[in-house]
């Protein structure tokens, strides 16, 4: 089996799931730790008990440790310096969400990810649950008839502190990417429009938009609507969302913590028409969140393949975002 030699850049607190991935993973050998404070790099090193070199710049680590694959998770601000870095020198690229901090960025690390030759997969952890792959795989076989809408809600009150409370749209540009994948994975389908009026509520201790409602018009003609806070006081959903998908001959539902229900008309009598429960069967033996997520990008990579969150895919979730965004500063419908 080939060997990866990685080179981790940023030492933060998502470093520590990335690295304790790697360090069960046999083909993979980490070779170097990247941080703009050396220090955190040193001090990621003395814990994790790694004997490597530690560097403030990405260049110089590649071209000392001979590393072929970067992690980046350093803060998204530095993602498209990070993976343009890495791609230009030769190195594949697995990667935090955001790909970067607007459009232009993303689709210019896109550019230089397909001139390269070398792959970039991007971090959609979500996407990689057990229930979410149930749901998924049970749309898809049709058991609700063709899909007309989908339906999420986001209401959490995290009082996170930090930069987050003074960003100008902290919901749609922090958070959404995870649920807008989640639709695009679930539908299948890809987003052609975006209508999004974005606020902050009352009583929001955020500085920017802690609140959003969305509508995306999906490539098969359904509709896809979001409703989300991050100042959203009791009563809280999960952090996968609240779902409803309804279909020409049924519904299903899922909470994001328990295993998704479905009830399916029978007949054609009645006001309403009766229905009945179904099984939404688990087919998902693969692993959960990151790790589930860096399986699929080492499988991929090994087998030469684009992985499930490849840029060239996550670009259409990315889109979705900065789309949201356009359109709650303009008032208009976007085309996506
Ligand atoms: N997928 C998820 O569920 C999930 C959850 C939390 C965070 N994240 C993402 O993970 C990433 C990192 O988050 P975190 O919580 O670890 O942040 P953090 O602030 O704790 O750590 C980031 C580190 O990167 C370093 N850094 C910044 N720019 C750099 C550069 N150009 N070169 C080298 N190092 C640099 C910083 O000094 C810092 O030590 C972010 O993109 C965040 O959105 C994803």
Not at 51 to 71: E, I, K, M, W, Y
Not at 197 to 224: K, L, Q, T
Request: aromatic residues 10%; proline residues 3%.
């Amino acid at each position: 089996m080939a060997l990866h030699k990685v080179v981790v850049a940023g030492c933060g607190g998502m470093a520590n799931e990335w690295l304790d991935y790697a360090a069960q993973r046999e083909n993979v050998e980490i070779v170097g730790l990247v941080d703009l404070f050396e220090e955190a790099a040193k001090k990621m090193a003395q814990k994790r008990g790694l004997n490597v070199p530690t560097f403030t710049d990405l260049s110089t680590a590649l071209s000392q440790t001979g590393a072929n694959l970067v992690f980046d998770v350093t803060i998204p601000a530095s993602h498209k310096q990070i993976a343009t870095t890495a791609l230009q020198a030769g190195a594949h690229v697995f990667g935090e969400k955001p790909m970067a901090e607007t459009l232009a960025d993303a689709q210019e690390v896109l550019a230089v990810a397909s001139g390269s030759g070398k792959r970039y997969s991007v971090m959609q952890n979500r996407r990689y649950l057990k229930h979410i792959r149930a749901l998924s795989s049970f749309l898809a076989s049709g058991a609700i008839g063709t899909v007309g809408s989908l339906h999420a809600d986001f209401f959490l009150g995290p009082h996170f502190g930090g930069f987050r409370e003074t960003m100008a749209s902290p919901l749609i540009l922090d958070m959404a990417i995870h649920t807008f994948d989640q639709a695009r994975f679930l539908s299948g389908a890809d987003p052609v429009s975006v209508y999004c009026h974005e606020y902050n509520p009352a009583g929001s201790w955020y500085a920017g938009n802690a609140s959003a409602i969305c509508i995306f018009e999906m490539s098969d003609g359904s509709v896809f609507s979001y409703r989300g806070s991050w100042s959203a006081q009791g009563a809280g959903t999960s952090w996968e969302s609240d779902w409803r998908v309804t279909g020409s001959q049924g519904t299903a539902k899922w909470d994001g913590d328990n295993r998704p229900v479905a009830e399916v008309v029978e007949g054609e009598e009645g006001f309403i028409r009766p229905g009945k429960l179904v099984e939404v069967p688990d087919i998902w033996t693969g692993r959960e969140g990151h790790f589930g997520c860096l399986d699929n990008m080492f499988e991929a990579l090994e087998q030469d393949r684009p992985a499930e969150t490849d840029c060239t895919d996550n670009i259409k979730s990315v889109s979705m975002v900065f789309g949201a965004l356009e359109s709650a500063r303009t008032g208009q419908k976007v085309m996506l």
